[in-house]
């Protein structure tokens, strides 16, 4: 056995990594997790924001916490309502900009195919296609703003964003909390190759996250020139 392996290799059965992990997370404030949790809620789904914060990362990370039904049920609500806040900023602002809202530079940065994607939406489904779109990256962010834009009715705008925050923060608070629950059994299960798990995840998350990167800014390059 080498030397590195010697030094890490009577810690492999001993150390739970997962478990130590999601500990780690719930010892912190619930509430200050519940505010940090909201406030990336509300930047995943705020016109513009939600490109450059992973919002949708953070509360299932940080859903490891909802431990107890009190908890899961308190972290699903303050996660939904930081998700109609976002919806309400792109609603507002399309009312403001109205058939302007395409050419704007945040639209055009988050590619204007999506927008009209949005759009084509919006007249599929009237209002309910903020809460149909609710899981689509990028729609979903451009969509409250083209209902704002089509001067949709708020009395139909806020139960479709209502019901649409609370399937987002349902999927991602509850895949956060299942993550947290099952940490132990899956440390036990894995045990001493956790770690190499762990670590093909957060390259595939990081390939991911640059693959999308990259597509997205070929996108708005080829927006602009179309433009």
């Known amino acids: 056995m080498g030397s590195w392996q010697a030094a890490v290799g009577g810690r492999w059965h001993g150390v739970d990594w997962i478990a130590e992990g999601v500990q780690a997370v719930g010892d912190l404030p619930f509430p200050l997790l519940g505010l940090v949790a909201g406030v990336m809620a509300f930047a995943e789904s705020g016109l513009g924001v939600g490109s450059v914060v992973p919002g949708e990362t953070g509360v299932l990370l940080l859903g490891v916490a909802a431990t107890t039904p009190v908890r899961f049920a308190a972290m699903l609500m303050i996660v939904a309502l930081g998700v109609t ?3 309400h900023v792109g609603y507002w602002l399309g009312l403001r900009y109205a058939g302007r809202m395409r050419g704007t530079r945040v639209v055009r940065r988050l590619g204007v195919r999506h927008w009209d994607r949005a759009t084509a939406a919006l007249r599929r489904h009237g209002a309910a296609a903020v809460f149909v779109t609710r899981l689509v990256p990028v729609v979903r962010t451009l969509t409250p703003a083209a209902a704002g834009a089509a001067h949709v009715p708020y009395g139909r705008f806020l139960p479709a964003s209502l019901a649409g925050s609370l399937l987002w923060s349902a999927v991602y608070v509850g895949l956060g909390a299942f993550a947290g629950a099952s940490a132990a059994r899956l440390e036990e ?10 670590a093909a995840l957060a390259l595939f998350a990081a390939a991911v996250t640059l693959w999308r990167r990259r597509r997205r800014a070929a996108a708005g390059h080829g927006d602009d020139e179309s433009g």
């Open 85 to 87: 806040a976002g919806d």
């Open 189 to 198: 299960l894995l045990g001493r190759f956790s770690w190499l798990l762990l």
